[in-house]
């Protein structure tokens, strides 16, 4: 069976770090018979430039007709594009693993934290406004979503440590205590899982002072977002960290970092972009029940830590001076080993 990949190369470190992570699923396609196929669009700061829009919506029609998108970082328009994506493709879950990798210097080892982000409402609903002298953001929170993003933790929290921390801040916000109280409703159904709960400030805090404490993580939209970049930091770096939004039918894989403007574009860790692709290559495989895809997922995986493991070859965020490309090439070698 063929899969339509739709790919948005993104801006910044973007195409770089996109052209070492399909490197690697074309090698794994070619050995495997994954039956990928690659659809480039432009979407983003450079589709902006061209066509006036940062997401067109002939690349929306492309990304809706494939099987998922591989989503590389956006700059200045990164907000245009990917909220408007989750909320029409009603991709729910914004599942965002941070884990400890071989040889990384860290503030802890053995992390293995599971953010599960609410990604269609809170803040980023869009219901807002700004003049000179006022602005504000409705943070929206509903029974309904707020029931599905928390059956998705326990579903996944039940396959780990069976452990769900829900972040809320229920003592101020009335749609904390909405999100809260359902996160609660849910746990109920699910007496095998260990459930606690902490304001999101002191969730903020624990996370550095002891991130071994958590397995998921349960949290509304925006604080999801600011959570998983302090997680990233407690795993050494921004690079390692990948991201899936997923809905019923569709999902789009990206890195949790942005295309880093600040570094100069060939020096991008390519790490967090191949994990997104062994998430993508996961939630293919487990869709069409195909084990073929999760070989080459796992294969993706021991690869990328035999690399860390050796320390030949790494980037600067993560203490080397190595490009994209030369961490590609030496992750594309042990995957000759593999395959
Ligand atoms: C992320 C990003 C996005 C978000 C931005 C680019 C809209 O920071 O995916 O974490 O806030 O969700
Ligand atoms: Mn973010």
Request: net charge neutral.
């Amino acid at each position: 069976m063929g899969f339509k990949i739709s790919v948005i190369e993104g801006d910044g470190i973007g195409p770089e770090i996109m052209k070492a992570t399909i490197k690697v699923l074309e090698l794994l396609n070619e050995k495997q018979g994954l039956g990928l196929e690659f659809k480039h669009v432009d979407a983003g700061d450079k589709a902006k430039e061209k066509y006036g829009e940062p997401l067109p919506n002939t690349s929306f029609e492309v990304i809706r007709n494939s099987h998922c998108c591989l989503k590389g970082p956006i700059g200045e328009t990164a907000g245009s594009v990917i909220v408007p994506l989750r909320m029409k493709l009603d991709l729910y879950a914004n599942i965002r693993p941070a884990v400890t990798l071989p040889s990384i210097a860290s503030l802890f080892k053995d992390v293995d934290i599971l953010i599960v982000r609410e990604n269609t409402e809170g803040l980023y609903k869009g219901i807002e406004d700004k003049t000179d002298e006022y602005a504000f953001s409705v943070r929206v929170i509903t029974r309904k979503k707020t029931e599905r993003i928390a059956e998705e933790a326990y579903w996944r929290a039940a396959k780990r440590k069976r452990k769900v921390t829900v972040v809320h801040k229920a003592n101020v916000l009335a749609s904390c205590r909405l999100f809260r109280e359902v996160c609660l409703e849910v746990s109920r159904r699910h007496p095998e899982i260990q459930t606690n709960e902490l304001y999101v400030d002191n969730a903020a805090y624990q996370l550095i002072k002891n991130p071994l404490q958590f397995d998921v993580i349960l949290v509304s939209n925006m604080f999801g977002d600011i959570l998983s970049d302090e997680a990233a930091a407690v795993v050494g770096s921004l690079g390692l960290c990948p991201a899936a939004n997923i809905g019923e039918r569709f999902a789009i894989f990206e890195p949790v970092h942005g295309s880093a403007p600040d570094i100069p574009k060939e020096y991008g860790n390519p790490t967090a972009m191949m994990l997104a692709a062994k998430m993508m290559l996961e939630w293919l495989g487990e869709k069409h029940g195909e084990k073929k895809l999760f070989k080459a997922a796992q294969i993706i995986w021991k690869s990328i830590c035999d690399v860390l493991r050796e320390k030949k070859v790494r980037t600067p965020d993560i203490g080397g001076n190595s490009r994209t490309e030369e961490f590609a090439s030496e992750v594309m070698g042990k995957i000759s080993l593999y395959v």
